[in-house]
């Protein structure tokens, strides 16, 4: 192995750090293994731009828990997944926050750190056998959090939902994330159909703000981390965040699109019976928070397309489930009552 030295220098803004920090590093493959820190613990970690994602060695992720450098709270559980929040990775004075590190058995090094972590400092570079790390600030002022905060809700009205992103991850690296700012990075996630990240964010404001927080909040938060188990086709993990829905809401029309949400995964896992269930269910409260029947909109007395509440949605969907079923003459009849209503595939 031959022996490197890492580079670490500084945005001379408003750091705290030295401006530049030498490191000695051993050279394996493409990566480089160093000494860190873990919220204060020792560790060995191999840094490696060649991958994508953070992973931490189960034993050291027992240990970091079990001696008081991590909670129990910052593992977390998606699916058959388990993720470590690693708070603070110190690496020479160069702060990397916020990190969810997979837990994997049997892992030598113990943490393996690529681009996910990488992403937080401003370049990184290799000249002459040296590697070049520049990093962000770390700290930001009142003010800027402010100015980052507006900027971030001005992107989301856009829909612009990448640069939303990058400014919340901006204040999420400086320290300053409150329960709102990890909900939108969340949001956002979502928005760009990042499925296992957003799950990832979701659990952890689960662990650490869900007790206090309002019942619109926990509600969005069921509602995407039921859909990306969905998306992911984790159908049971996302009845089971549907689920919890029913107790956050008294909306009729919520009520019903968590029905419907449910019969869908519950008609994927041809649990047929459950799902004719829900969907009877969806299909009562949507009509009542519709004010109209099932005569009426045979009648064509109902159109939706004003309102887009999903009634047309649910019928489609109920539909399919009847031809699951090879029930034919039911499934016409779901059809052609969301057709009625204006609904379109």
Not at 8 to 35: K, M, N, Y
Not at 144 to 160: F, N, P, T
Not at 219 to 236: K, W
């Amino acid at each position: 192995m031959k022996q490197i030295i890492i580079l670490l220098s500084f945005v001379s803004a408003v750091l705290t750090a030295a401006a530049q920090v030498e490191l000695p590093a051993h050279c394996v493959g493409d990566s480089w293994r160093i000494d860190a820190q873990i919220d204060g613990a020792p560790v060995k970690v191999s840094f490696t731009p060649t991958v994508d994602t953070v992973s931490i060695s189960r034993s050291i992720a027992d240990y970091l828990v079990e001696n008081g450098f991590a909670a129990s709270r910052d593992v977390i559980h998606v699916g058959d997944d388990s993720l470590l929040v690693i708070t603070d990775l110190e690496i020479a004075g160069l702060h990397l926050r916020g990190l969810h590190a997979a837990i994997v058995e049997g892992q030598r090094p113990s943490l393996i750190v690529g681009t996910t972590a990488l992403s937080q400092l401003a370049s990184v570079s290799q000249q002459d056998g040296v590697l070049l790390l520049q990093g962000k600030m770390l700290q930001l002022s009142v003010s800027q959090v402010s100015a980052l905060r507006r900027q971030a809700e001005l992107y989301k009205q856009r829909g612009e939902w990448q640069n939303a992103l990058k400014a919340w991850l901006q204040i999420r690296n400086a320290g300053q994330l409150t329960d709102y700012g990890l909900l939108q990075i969340a949001v956002c996630q979502f928005q760009l159909h990042r499925w296992t990240e957003c799950l990832s964010s979701c659990q952890q404001w689960v662990n650490y703000y869900a007790k206090a927080a309002p019942v619109a909040s926990k509600d969005l938060i069921c509602l995407m981390a039921g859909s990306s188990y969905q998306m992911t086709g984790r159908l049971q993990d996302a009845i089971n965040w549907h689920a919890r829905r029913l107790t956050l809401t008294t909306d009729l029309s919520q009520l019903a699109n968590v029905h419907a949400a449910i019969a869908v995964c519950q008609t994927d896992l041809k649990e047929y019976t459950e799902a004719k269930g829900h969907f009877d269910q969806a299909v009562s409260l949507m009509l009542r928070a519709c004010h109209t029947s099932l005569d009426q909109i045979s009648q064509g007395h109902y159109h939706e397309a004003s309102t887009g509440n999903g009634l047309g949605f649910i019928f489609s969907q109920y539909a399919y489930l009847c031809r699951c079923q090879q029930d034919m003459s039911a499934s016409r009849y779901w059809q052609k009552l969301a057709a009625k209503v204006g609904y379109k595939e």
